[in-house]
């Protein structure tokens, strides 16, 4: 039961990723922050990134791996 919960929420997890990034690649459009909290955004993500993969927890690097793509994106479609 626990992992059928656990795959689940990945999953979930998984589809909110993908609906992101076709809707800010289809509609030219970022984040609605300003550039400086995505700049910080993306120095959060990228210093978590590096701890998680350091720690050997692989599943978290996957998850901020995800957001570092998507808030690079929003970067992009923001200038």
Request: proline content about 1%.
């Amino acid at each position: 039961m626990d992992k059928m919960l656990s795959y689940t929420g990945v999953m979930a997890a998984v589809l909110i990723y993908i609906n992101m990034f076709f809707a800010f690649t289809n509609s030219n459009q970022g984040l609605s922050y300003p550039m400086w909290i995505q700049i910080l955004l993306l120095v959060g993500f990228l210093a978590a990134l590096l701890d998680s993969f350091q720690r050997k927890a692989y599943f978290f690097c996957f998850l901020f791996v995800a957001a570092f793509v998507l808030v690079v994106i929003s970067i992009i479609q923001s200038v």
